[in-house]
Every structure is written in C-alpha cells, then in structure tokens.
C-alpha cells in the first residue's frame, strides 16, 4: 500500500509540475530588428534562435515596398518560414512617405500597396515608427501627420488590419503650445483607427514615464515595446512590475521585446530578455491570443 501511495504521489507532482511548466511558458513577442545583422548574415540560423529563446511570434522590420517582400522573401514564404519554427508573424514596421513634402494621394497609393502586401502575408498590425523632421517643426505638420494617420488607420481596418504608431523620445521631449508631441497625436487621432505602440524606454527617456499615459488615455496602447538600456531588467532603472500593473487599463494585447544594445552576445541577449519577463510573477501568460 506504502508503494501505491508513493507512486500516487510521484504522478501527481509530476502532473502538478506539468502544469506549472505550461502556465510559465507565456506569450512574449520579439521586434527582430533586434537582431537586424544575424538575420542579414543567416535568416534561419536566427530565427532558430529566436525559437529556442521562448518566443512564441515576432514583428518584423524588413519589408520592402518596391518589392513587396520581407527580409529579401514573398510575404507568405517569410510566414512559412517562421511558422516552421513555431514562431506566429503578428506585426511589421514600416516607414511610409512624408506627407507634408509628398503629394497627398501619392502618400495614399503607397499606403495602399503597403497594406495589400501585409493583408496577403496575414499580418495583424502595421506600425510606422517614426516621423519626419517635419512632425517635429511645427504643430501644423504634424497634423497632417494625424491625419494621414486617421487614414491610413482607416484603411488598414477595411483590410482586417490595425494601424499604430511607435514613439522614440522626442514625441515627449517636443512641446507645441505647451503640449508634448504624443499628446497631441493622441487626442488627434481616432482610437478606432489609430493604437499608439508605446516603448516604455524611449518614453522615460523622454522625461515621460510610460504609466503616465496609459492612465491618461486609457485603451490606447495595445502593443507594447517593452525595452531597457541593453537586456531586459538588466539596468533596474525601469519599473515593469508598475508598467505591467496597468496592463489592463493601458489596453495591452500583446507585449514586444526590442533591443537596441547588448552586453551579452546577441541571442544569449534575447534570450535573458525573455527569461526576466518569462520569469516575473507580474507579466500573465498571454493578454489576447496571438492570432
């Protein structure tokens, strides 16, 4: 009877650990413009990589309009190639054209195009992560930016596309009539059409904590780039744990790593990245489903 019970409970720890395992693995995405040179040198060698790291799907920033492709491939073979890896495609950042230098319906037309080659590669969210200097010049230009914006936003809904935009530290650190840069494209621009992709790095940076905004406009901000100085945690000057509190009223449907500077080599960098967020009590396994 002792050996049954022992063999009773040995089941059930290893059921119980099972468990465990599964509810720590978590939905955690990387912009692989982290790791923008290993994938110019070895595409498949790095997103090897990017699997064994943890991460369950990417964002891209490698497409090229006047092609139509992806990091040198047809929309749906980058997919294919990314699926084979268990690795989902849900994002892509691209840059499209000033539209306070270039003709409005130009500006159009190859927004268009742009979002005809992300529906046919079943990509979720187009996101443009910068302005022009003209945004940052004078109010009435970066209306017009909001405006295209609403647009293009727009657009991309018709297509089964959401729109947003990524900020770096000057949308903060850039006043108009007093006002920051990122406060006026947020009360500018429709949340219908337009979801503002908040870094948390470049925000502090800035001089504006990225909590601030997601209390201020609540519902904004469905992705996420969580970044620090180099590796995630690594720095201890960012407080994620007060970042991810407010994951439900800033709207956060899924969170992106991006890296910009390492102190480890690249893909043991990434991969202490997703261990710190894999490994916080704070972050939930999943915030929506990856599509």
């Known amino acids: 009877m002792k ?6 409970a040995a089941a059930i720890l290893l ?43 990417v964002e891209l920033a490698g497409y090229n309009h ?18 084979s890896r268990g690795l989902e495609v849900l994002s892509s950042h691209i840059n499209g054209p000033d539209p306070n230098t270039i003709p409005w319906e130009a500006c159009l037309s190859w927004w268009d195009k742009a979002i005809e080659d992300h529906a046919q590669a079943e990509i979720k969210y187009l996101v443009q992560p910068s302005m022009h200097k003209t945004a940052y010049t ?9 405006r295209l914006f609403n647009e ?3 657009k991309c809904n018709n297509a089964g596309i959401r729109f947003g935009y990524h ?35 470049w925000s502090l940076v800035g001089g504006s904590p990225a909590q601030e905004y997601m209390e201020k406009y609540p519902g904004r901000f469905e992705l996420w780039h969580v970044k ?23 709207g956060l449907k899924y969170a992106i790593v991006e890296q910009e500077a390492f102190d480890l080599e690249p893909f043991e960098s990434i991969k202490a990245s997703y261990d710190f967020l894999n490994n916080a009590p704070y972050v939930k396994p999943s915030y929506a489903p990856v599509p």
């Open 152 to 154: 293009v936003g727009e």
């Open 228 to 250: 620090d100085d180099k590796e995630i945690g690594a720095s201890g000057t960012i407080d994620f744990e007060s970042l991810y509190k407010r994951a439900r009223i800033a």
């Open 3 to 8: 050996i049954l019970h022992r063999i009773l």
């Open 15 to 57: 059921f119980l650990c099972s468990c465990t395992e599964k509810q720590e693995q978590k939905q955690i995405g990387l912009q692989l413009y982290s790791i923008r040179a290993q994938m110019a040198k070895n595409m498949d060698t790095t997103l090897d990589a990017v699997a064994a790291a943890g991460y369950s799907f």
């Open 138 to 146: 004078s109010l009435e230009g970066l209306l017009q930016y909001c």
């Open 66 to 83: 006047k092609e139509g492709t992806f990091y040198g491939l047809p929309g749906q073979d980058f997919i294919r190639l990314c699926h």
């Open 167 to 201: 900020n770096h530290d000057k949308e903060f650190s850039t006043l108009f009539d007093g006002i920051p840069i990122y406060d006026h494209m947020l009360l500018h621009t429709n949340p219908d059409n337009v979801f503002f992709q908040i870094d948390v790095f």
